[in-house]
């Protein structure tokens, strides 16, 4: 089985503050590890994606996210918050391998507020 | 390319109704996964096709089911509306049923039942 938790509904930082949301996951195989973002009234979009490569994952808009497999965490970092960067921010793990099915568990979600 | 496309953006419904949701994934895109977003239980994963066979089943009851097309269109469908169905319902394409391959989400369709 696999889950996911997200620490902190919300977060808030200052503009130009660093950000970071945190991602603990629980998986019995090798996971596959993914940030979404989610503006309103919108899908969600992907920020980066964990697949066994490297362990440091660069994604769009600057942010970043390290996988630790001894801590189980998957943290999205990015250094200076943007008014832009405000939104709520999904982790999500899969399968890893060869597994065949796109299935994915989310965490709860951690709204990121940016103050000016 | 266009994106995932879901029809209609907003549904309004009211009890005992059934509802039918449209998602036209990403050209060339043959899985298409169907997760349901509320604010008390987040995202949560309904079914998943895959060249008109249905993949996978989140944990959700009878009432809801989908079907794929040839196409790779699919629809879903709620039968007998309950309050608590009220919800965004996200569709996602990716190129085949791998866990490695990215997931390109919708805008969704904002269910409200009265």
């Known amino acids: 089985a696999q889950s996911v938790t997200q620490l902190g509904s919300h977060v808030s930082v200052s503009e130009g503050a660093l950000v970071l949301l945190r991602c603990n996951y629980s998986?019995?195989?090798?996971?596959?590890l993914f940030w979404y973002v989610q503006y309103p009234n919108q899908g969600l979009q992907l920020l980066l994606k964990?697949?066994?490569?490297?362990?440091l994952v660069k994604g769009i808009n600057g942010f970043e996210a390290e996988f630790k497999k001894s801590e189980t965490s998957f943290h999205l970092t990015k250094p200076s918050a943007h008014m832009s960067d405000a939104a709520e921010y999904f982790c999500?793990?899969?399968?890893?391998?060869?597994?065949?099915?796109?299935?994915?568990?989310f965490g709860q979600g951690t709204t990121l507020q940016v103050k000016p | 390319k266009a994106g995932v496309t879901q029809t209609p953006r907003y549904l309004i419904k009211t009890r005992g109704q059934q509802v039918t949701l449209s998602c036209s994934p990403i050209s060339g895109h043959r899985s298409v996964s169907w997760y349901q977003q509320t604010p008390g239980q987040g995202l949560q994963f309904l079914f998943e096709?895959?060249?008109?066979?249905?993949?996978n089943k989140g944990n959700f009851p009878g009432r809801f089911s989908g079907r794929q097309f040839s196409n790779s269109r699919s629809e879903m469908n709620v039968s007998t509306l309950e309050l608590g169905d009220s919800a965004l319902y996200l569709c996602?394409?990716?190129?085949?049923?791998?866990?490695?391959?990215?997931?390109?989400f919708g805008a969704g369709t904002r269910l409200s039942v009265l």
């Open positions: 996602a394409s990716s190129l085949e049923a791998a866990s490695k391959n990215i997931q390109y």
């Open positions: 998986s019995s195989v090798p996971p596959y």
């Open positions: 096709y895959f060249s008109e066979t249905q993949r």
């Open positions: 999500a793990v899969t399968p890893g391998g060869s597994s065949n099915t796109g299935k994915l568990i």
């Open positions: 964990y697949t066994s490569a490297a362990t």
